[in-house]
């Protein structure tokens, strides 16, 4: 079983940052590619950034130049350090990962954590 574990949500007001963390767990051969999501309440569930095994990266419009995904120093976590943040930023933000494990191909979700941006 492969298990993703997020960190780091909280309340913070405009224009201060945030660091959310995620690692990833169990019986896990290689990770393709780890990423962010995020969901507001009424809206649709949206990529926020995603880093691959070599390291490429790429993020949603509103984000760019604000947040910054990463790589941890311990094996399969990432980070995503965000700047500047907006009260349109508030959401759950989902940890999501493709993974290779015993069981093949696997696509797997974190429980969220919820980012709020409010004065």
């Known amino acids: 079983q492969v298990q993703l574990v997020e960190s780091g949500g909280g309340l913070v007001q405009p224009g201060e940052p945030l660091r959310l963390s995620c690692a990833a767990s169990?019986?896990?051969?290689?990770?393709?590619?780890m990423g962010w999501f995020r969901q507001a309440p009424g809206k649709q569930r949206e990529l926020v950034a995603r880093i691959t095994s070599p390291g490429s990266t790429n993020y949603a419009d509103s984000v760019k130049r604000r947040f910054t995904i990463s790589k941890g120093n311990a094996k399969n976590t990432v980070h995503l350090q965000m700047n500047s943040l907006k009260p349109e930023d508030t959401a759950v933000y989902y940890c999501?990962?493709?993974?290779?494990?015993?069981?093949?191909?696997?696509?797997?979700w974190g429980q969220g954590t919820l980012v709020t941006v409010s004065s």
């Open positions: 169990g019986r896990i051969f290689s990770i393709n590619a």
């Open positions: 999501n990962a493709a993974v290779i494990s015993e069981r093949g191909r696997l696509e797997v």
